[in-house]
């Protein structure tokens, strides 16, 4: 990874970084459509679905569970000096794949 980065123009780089951040998200990030239809599947009507799957889900515990599970790759990233580039981190933090801050 770092000899790839180390070859990436500003533009690119520009581009590519924060993708990185979306991709690793794509795959932590629950499935909550699928769950809602496995819910309403099973029974459930469309307002307890919805409940369900908000408190399954709440954001401190999701934001916190995303960054626990990310923190392997992002320490990879970091070690290659992705997480120099400011839009890259900015969209690691955006979309909460970085340790919670303050």
Known sequence: M???WE????????FAGPLFGIFIAAFLRPDTLAEMDALE??????????????????EPSLR????????????????????????????LSHLALTPPTG
């Not at 070859?7 to 520009?14: A, C, P, V, Y």
């Not at 599947?41 to 919805?50: H, N, Q």
């Not at 916190?64 to 981190?89: C, D, I, K, N, S």
């Open 2 to 4: 770092g000899v790839m």
């Open 7 to 14: 070859q990436l123009s500003t533009e690119d780089r520009d």
């Open 64 to 91: 916190a569970e995303l960054w626990r599970a990310a923190a392997p790759t992002v320490h990879f990233m970091r070690g290659h000096g992705l997480l120099e580039h400011a839009a890259t981190q900015d969209m």
């Open 41 to 58: 599947s099973a029974g459930f009507s469309a307002g307890e679905t919805k409940r369900i799957v908000e408190e399954t889900h709440d």
